[in-house]
């Protein structure tokens, strides 16, 4: 691969098709010094270790890429670089696509799009633009809109959001050690058996419970009760 020029747009590319890394890279390189292409790479797995170093401006990802789904690699690309991801894929289904933005993607394009919508959506997105016709910016606002409605009628919520970081310790190691004492648990807190006290009445008031059989079971329900260093 040739040499990068300082300030192009250095484009990632993440396709199980060696034809298509072929056909992208040949595009993306045309249009040195705008862009150039930092690395290619058949699967998520082989590009990872690599994208620190090759410190790509945008990553074009197909969804499909055999083993592995775009929708679970997204998240985890996301993770681990500040590079901007476009979905290049040959699926026409609107929902998977709609999913792929929802969890970060910055457009979606498809294989069929000409050389020049290609070009162009890597340059609107690494200005910082979504590349998203109206239709789909659409659904995804309705999408989005729908679930936080969902989560501000949850009262539920409310309350959990209310608990301090120390109150949501001490509801995991009173829960995960259903059986143990309210010394035993102190001791374990580094806490005396009063403090640990007032910060249940605490916990009880802000999630409206009565006692530690009430809480063992709020916390089962709404995942409170996972271990966690205390």
């Given at each position: 691969?040739?040499?990068?020029?300082?300030?192009?747009?250095?484009?990632?590319?993440?396709?199980?098709h060696?034809?298509?890394?072929?056909?992208?890279?040949?595009?993306?390189?045309?249009q040195?010094?705008?862009m150039?292409?930092?690395?290619?790479?058949?699967?998520?797995?082989?590009?990872?270790?690599?994208?620190?170093?090759?410190?790509?401006?945008?990553?074009?990802l197909?969804l499909?890429?055999?083993?592995?789904?775009?929708?679970?690699?997204?998240?985890?690309?996301?993770?681990?670089?500040q590079?901007?991801?476009?979905?290049l894929?040959?699926?026409?289904?609107?929902?998977l696509?709609d999913?792929?933005?929802?969890?970060?993607a910055?457009?979606?394009?498809e294989?069929e799009?000409?050389?020049?919508?290609?070009?162009?959506?890597?340059?609107?997105?690494?200005?910082?633009?979504?590349?998203?016709?109206q239709?789909?910016?659409?659904?995804?606002?309705?999408?989005?809109?729908?679930?936080?409605?969902?989560?501000?009628?949850?009262?539920?919520?409310?309350?959990?959001e209310?608990?301090?970081?120390?109150?949501?310790?001490?509801?995991?190691a009173?829960?995960?050690r259903?059986g143990?004492t309210?010394?035993?648990?102190?001791?374990?807190?580094?806490?005396?058996?009063?403090?640990?006290?007032?910060?249940?009445s605490s916990?009880?008031?802000k999630?409206?419970?009565?006692?530690?059989?009430?809480?063992w079971?709020?916390?089962?329900?709404?995942?409170?009760?996972?271990?966690?260093?205390t």
């Amino acid at each position: 691969m040739s040499e990068t020029v300082v300030n192009s747009i250095r484009v990632l590319l993440i396709d199980d098709h060696r034809s298509v890394l072929w056909g992208l890279e040949k595009l993306i390189e045309s249009q040195k010094p705008k862009m150039c292409v930092v690395g290619k790479f058949t699967s998520f797995a082989e590009a990872s270790n690599e994208l620190e170093k090759l410190d790509p401006d945008i990553i074009l990802l197909d969804l499909d890429l055999g083993t592995e789904h775009g929708l679970d690699i997204l998240p985890r690309l996301i993770g681990i670089t500040q590079a901007k991801i476009l979905i290049l894929t040959g699926s026409r289904d609107p929902a998977l696509h709609d999913k792929a933005v929802i969890a970060g993607a910055k457009g979606i394009l498809e294989k069929e799009n000409s050389a020049e919508t290609i070009l162009t959506a890597i340059e609107r997105v690494h200005a910082g633009q979504l590349w998203l016709d109206q239709a789909r910016m659409g659904r995804i606002i309705l999408e989005l809109s729908r679930k936080k409605s969902a989560e501000e009628k949850n009262p539920e919520r409310i309350k959990i959001e209310s608990l301090t970081p120390r109150e949501r310790n001490i509801i995991t190691a009173v829960t995960v050690r259903a059986g143990a004492t309210g010394n035993d648990v102190a001791k374990l807190l580094h806490i005396s058996e009063s403090t640990l006290r007032n910060h249940l009445s605490s916990i009880y008031t802000k999630l409206e419970l009565s006692n530690r059989l009430e809480l063992w079971d709020y916390a089962h329900k709404h995942g409170l009760d996972k271990d966690s260093n205390t």
